[in-house]
C-alpha cells in the first residue's frame, strides 16, 4: 500500500482535519505537561472505576461526537440548500451520511445514554457502584476505540460510504473494495461487544444492588428504564455481533454468507442488521422516557402518573420491538402475509408509548409545574415525540409504505422521534443531573436560549422534509434539479444552522458555568424526590456514607415533608474498589487489533490479540481485594 | 462490593460473598446472550445448508466416525466437569483439580478432532469455507464452538492453576464453578450441533 492511498488526500477539507488533529493533539499534549497533570489524568480519570467519572467521560465523549455528527449533518444541508449545488462530491456526500448516521446513533446516542445510566442509576438505588465497576470501566473503553477507530477512517484510509445500515451486496467487498467499510465493521464491533457488557452490567446492578426495602415497585422510573433497556441490549446486541462478523469474513477471508455468487443471501444481512436495529432504537429512547418521568415528576410536585402502567408500556415496547424488524423492508417483497404481521405489531408498539404520554400529561394536571431548562426540554419532547411518532404510524402501514420508503418523509420521521426523544431527553437529564455531578447548577438563562434555537431550528430543519418526502424527494440522492423542492430545502438547511447555533449555546452554557457559577453545593437543588437528592452534591467518590432503609417510593419527597432524614444511624467503614489501568490498556490493544484487522495486516492484529488475553489473564490472577473507606475520612469528606 | 463471608452462612462455599452470587447471577446473563448468538448462527446454517453451490452436500461431506468421537470426547468431558464440582461441594481441592484437568484434556482431545475433521475437508475435499454458502455456514458455527472450547481450555488453565495455588477459597470456588457453567454451556450447544448439522446432514 502506497502513502498516499493510507491517507485521504486531495479534499482541502480534509487537509484542514489533518492540520486540526494535529494541532489539537499538540495542543492537549502542551497543556497537560506545561500544567504537570499527566498523573492526575492517569490516576483520577484513565483508570478510574467510579461510575460518576465514567459517565462524565461518556457524555463527553457523545457531545464529541454530537459536534462531528452535526457537522457532517451541516455539510449535507449545505450541499441541498439548492438545486445543482456543487459543494460536495457525489462521493464525498455518501461518506458524510454514512458516518452522520452511524456517529449519531452508535457513538453519540449510545454513550450519552451510558453516560446518563452510570451517573444517576446507581445513585438512584442508593449503591456505592455497579456491580463490576472493573468491566464497566472496560465497556467504556470498548466503546471509545470502536469510536476513534471509525472516525480515524475520515483522514486514513477512506469513510465508510454504503449508508449507516452498510447494506449488501452494496458493502461487499465486490462493490466497496476500500477499507472504509472495515472501518465500519471493527468500529462497530468493538463498541459493540462493550455495549454487552454494560447491559448486563446494570442488570445484576438493579436486581442485586438496591437499597433495602427498595422493592422493585418503588424503584425510580428511570431506573426502571435502564432494567429494561439492559434486557433489550443483552438481547439485541449478539445479533450486531454475528452479523458484523459474518459481514467480515465475507470481505476478509472470502465467505459467501451475504455475497450473491456462492449462494449467499444478501438480504440476510438485512435482516440480522434490523433485528438488532430495531430494538435498537428502543434502547436508546427508553432511557429518555425514564428521564422524562423524572423530571416531569419533580418539576410538577408531583408524583408520576400510573407507576406500574408505565412499567407495564415499557416492557410491553421491549417484547414488541423484537417483532417489527421488517417493516424497514417491506418492499423487500416478502408477501403480505408477512407484510401485514409486521404491520399490526408495528402499530401495536403505538399504544403502550400512548399510554406513557397520557401519564407524563396526567402528572403535569394540577402540578405546580416550574419551567426550569430541564422541563422545557421535557415539554418540548411531548409534542415533537408525538409528531415524529404519528408518522411512524403511517409509516407502519404497508401499502403506504411503499409511497414513503426511501423518502424525506422517512427521514424526518426518524430525527422527530431520535432528536426529539433521545437528545432531548440526554439533554434534559444533563441539565437535570449536572448539580449532582459538579455541585452549581448550570446557568438558566442561556440555557434557555439554547433551548430555544435548538427548538425552533429542529422544528425548521426536519417539518419541511414531511413535505419534501410528500413530494417525491428520495434519501440519500447528493443533488436535485427539480425546483419545486429548493424553497423547502432552503428553509430545512437555515433551521439545521440554527440547531448548530443552537448547539453552540448549550456547549458555552456548560463552559460559562464552569468558570463562573456559583459553587452552591446545594444537595437538594430541585427540590428532587429520589435517592440521589439525599446525598451531597458534588457526590462523593463513595456515594452513600450510610445505605438508607427505603419505606416508600420517592423517599426523599416524603422524608422532606414529615421532616426526617432519609440517610441516617451510626458511620461505619465500608469497602471500596481499587482502581486499574488494566481497561485503558485493554481498550489500546483493541484499538491496535481492530486497526491491524481493517487494514488485514495481521503481523499487527496477532500480538495485539496476545497482548488482550495477557490482560485477562491477568484479570484472572489478580486478588486485589480493594480498600476501605474509615469513618474518619467520610467524616472529613461530608464536614461532620 | 461485600467481598466478605457472611455469618452464619451455610450454603455452598462459591455463592458464600454478595461478590460471588452477583457473578455468577450475571454470568447466567451472559449465557443468555450467548443463546443469542449461537441462535443466529444456527439461523444462518439452517437458511444456506441447502445452498451449496456445486460443492459438495452435507450427505457427502460429513465424516461419520470423527463425529461420534468428538460427542463422545465432549459429553464425557461435560460428565468430568460436573465430578469435579461435585468433588468442590465435598471440599476437596485435589479432586477438584484432578477432575478439571481431566476434563481440559477431553477437551483438548476435542479439539484436536475438530481441527482434523476441518483439515480433512479442506485438503482432501477440497471444501473451504470459501466453496458455497453451506460450507461457510458450516465453519463458522462449527468454528465459533470451537473457538470457544478454545478459550474455555485457556481459561480453565488459569483456574486449575489458581486452584492449585490456593486451595478452595470463596473466589476459587466461585471461579471454578462459572467455567464450570461455561463448559456445560459449551456442551448443549454441541448438542444442537450434533442434531441441526451432523444428524440432519446425514440423514436428510
Not at chain 2, 439461523?43 to 457427502?60: D, F, H, N, R, V
Not at chain 2, 468431558?77 to 469435579?84: D, I, P, Q, R, V
Not at chain 2, 461441594?89 to 477432575?99: P, T, V, Y
Not at chain 2, 484436536?112 to 475435499?125: A, D, G, K, Q, T
Request: with cysteine.
Amino acid at each position: 500500500m502506497r502513502w498516499d492511498e493510507f491517507f485521504v488526500t486531495g479534499d482541502p477539507m480534509i487537509y484542514a482535519a489533518d492540520a486540526s488533529i494535529v494541532l489539537a493533539t499538540i495542543a492537549i499534549v502542551a497543556v497537560l505537561t506545561y500544567f504537570k497533570k499527566w498523573k492526575w489524568l492517569w490516576t483520577e480519570w484513565l483508570t478510574t472505576v467510579d461510575h460518576k467519572k465514567i459517565g462524565i467521560m461518556y457524555i463527553l465523549a457523545a457531545l464529541l461526537m454530537m459536534f462531528r455528527g452535526g457537522v457532517d449533518g451541516l455539510l449535507m444541508r449545505i450541499q441541498l440548500a439548492a438545486p445543482e449545488m456543487k459543494f460536495l462530491e457525489s462521493e464525498h456526500y455518501n461518506q458524510i451520511f454514512t458516518t452522520h448516521g452511524t456517529i449519531m446513533i452508535l457513538f453519540m446516542a449510545m454513550p450519552f445514554i451510558f453516560g446518563m445510566i452510570n451517573v444517576a442509576m446507581p445513585l438512584q438505588i442508593g449503591a456505592r457502584d455497579v456491580a463490576y465497576p472493573w468491566l464497566n470501566a472496560l465497556s467504556f473503553w470498548l466503546f471509545f476505540a470502536g469510536a476513534m477507530l471509525f472516525n480515524l477512517s475520515f483522514v486514513i484510509g477512506g469513510s465508510p460510504d454504503a449508508g449507516w445500515t452498510s447494506y449488501t451486496p452494496l458493502a461487499s467487498l465486490e462493490h466497496s473494495p476500500g477499507v472504509g467499510q472495515n472501518y465500519y465493521l471493527w468500529g462497530l464491533q468493538l463498541s459493540g461487544i462493550g455495549s454487552l457488557a454494560s447491559g448486563i452490567n446494570f442488570i445484576v446492578t438493579i436486581l442485586r444492588m438496591r437499597a433495602p426495602g427498595m422493592t422493585l415497585s418503588k424503584m425510580p422510573m428511570f431506573t426502571w428504564s435502564v432494567l429494561i433497556t439492559s434486557v433489550i441490549i443483552v438481547y439485541a446486541f449478539p445479533i450486531l455481533t454475528v452479523a458484523l462478523a459474518l459481514l467480515t469474513f465475507d470481505r476478509m477471508f472470502g465467505t459467501h454468507f451475504f455475497t450473491v455468487d456462492g449462494g449467499g443471501m444478501p438480504m440476510m444481512w438485512v435482516n440480522l442488521f434490523w433485528m438488532w436495529g430495531h430494538p435498537e432504537v428502543y434502547i436508546v429512547i427508553l432511557p429518555a422516557f425514564g428521564i422524562f418521568s423524572e423530571i416531569v415528576s419533580t418539576f410538577s410536585r408531583k408524583r408520576l402518573f400510573g407507576h406500574n402502567a408505565m412499567v407495564i408500556s415499557m416492557i410491553a415496547i421491549a417484547g414488541l420491538s423484537f417483532i417489527v424488524w421488517a417493516h424497514h423492508f417491506y418492499t423487500m417483497g416478502a408477501g403480505p402475509g408477512v407484510n401485514s404481521f409486521f404491520s399490526v405489531s408495528t402499530m401495536l408498539i403505538a399504544i403502550p408509548t400512548g399510554v406513557k404520554i397520557f401519564n407524563w400529561l396526567a402528572t403535569m394536571y394540577k402540578g405546580r409545574i416550574s419551567f426550569t431548562v430541564p422541563m422545557l426540554w421535557t415539554l418540548a419532547f411531548i409534542p415533537n415525540f408525538v409528531v415524529g411518532g404519528v408518522t411512524g404510524v403511517m409509516l407502519a402501514a404497508a401499502p403506504a409504505d411503499y409511497q414513503y420508503h426511501n423518502s424525506y418523509f422517512l427521514i424526518s420521521h426518524f430525527h422527530y422521534v431520535l432528536i426529539g426523544g433521545v437528545v432531548f431527553g440526554m439533554i434534559a437529564g444533563l441539565y437535570y443531573w449536572w448539580p449532582k455531578l459538579f455541585g452549581f447548577k448550570l446557568n438558566e438563562r442561556q440555557g434557555k436560549h439554547g433551548f430555544w434555537w435548538f427548538m425552533i431550528g429542529f422544528n425548521l430543519t426536519f417539518f419541511p422534509q414531511y413535505i419534501l418526502g410528500l413530494m417525491g424527494m428520495p434519501r440519500r440522492i447528493y443533488m436535485y434539479t427539480n425546483t419545486d423542492w429548493s424553497a423547502l430545502n432552503m428553509a430545512s438547511t437555515i433551521g439545521t444552522f440554527m440547531q448548530g447555533v443552537g448547539f453552540l449555546i448549550i456547549c458555552y452554557n456548560i463552559y460559562w458555568s464552569i468558570r463562573y457559577a456559583p459553587r452552591t453545593n446545594e444537595a437538594d437543588p430541585w427540590n428532587g424526590r429520589t435517592l440521589e437528592w439525599a446525598i451531597p452534591s458534588p457526590a462523593p467518590y463513595y456515594n452513600f456514607s450510610r445505605i438508607p432503609e427505603i419505606k416508600e417510593m420517592d423517599p426523599v419527597w416524603y422524608a422532606k415533608k414529615r421532616g426526617e432524614k432519609v440517610i441516617d444511624g451510626p458511620l461505619e467503614k465500608f469497602h471500596m474498589p481499587s482502581n486499574s489501568g488494566v481497561p485503558v490498556i485493554m481498550g489500546g490493544l483493541f484499538f491496535v487489533f481492530g486497526f491491524g484487522f481493517v487494514f488485514g495486516w495481521f503481523w499487527m492484529a496477532i500480538p495485539a490479540f496476545i497482548g488482550i488475553l495477557i490482560c485477562m489473564a491477568t484479570r484472572s490472577f489478580d486478588y486485589d481485594d480493594g480498600y476501605y473507606v474509615s469513618v474518619d475520612e467520610v467524616k472529613k469528606i461530608e464536614g461532620v | 462490593m461485600a467481598a466478605h463471608v457472611d455469618p452464619g452462612y451455610k450454603g455452598p462455599l462459591e455463592y458464600s460473598t454478595e461478590e460471588s452470587r452477583m457473578n455468577i447471577l450475571g454470568f447466567w446473563i451472559f449465557l443468555g446472550a450467548e443463546f443469542v448468538l449461537f441462535s443466529c448462527l444456527f439461523a444462518m446454517y439452517i437458511i444456506l445448508q441447502g445452498s451449496t453451490a456445486g460443492g459438495p452436500t452435507p450427505k457427502e461431506l460429513f465424516e461419520f466416525k470423527s463425529m461420534l468421537i468428538q460427542t463422545l470426547l465432549l459429553l464425557t468431558s461435560s460428565f468430568t466437569c460436573g465430578l469435579a464440582i461435585h468433588e468442590m461441594r465435598r471440599g476437596k481441592s485435589k479432586g477438584l483439580a484432578i477432575w478439571l484437568i481431566i476434563t481440559l484434556l477431553l477437551g483438548l482431545g476435542f479439539l484436536y478432532m475438530e481441527i482434523e475433521e476441518f483439515l480433512l475437508y479442506v485438503n482432501h475435499e477440497g471444501a473451504t469455507w470459501g466453496t458455497s454458502a453451506f460450507l461457510s455456514s458450516f465453519f463458522v458455527l462449527v468454528g465459533t464452538h470451537g473457538a470457544h472450547v478454545t478459550l474455555g481450555s485457556l481459561w480453565m488453565i488459569g483456574i486449575i492453576i489458581q486452584v492449585l495455588q490456593r486451595g478452595l477459597t470463596p473466589r476459587t470456588t466461585r471461579k471454578a464453578f462459572i467455567i464450570g457453567l461455561y463448559w456445560h454451556f459449551l456442551d448443549v450447544m454441541w448438542v444442537f450441533i450434533f442434531t441441526v448439522v451432523y444428524l440432519t446432514g446425514m440423514v436428510v
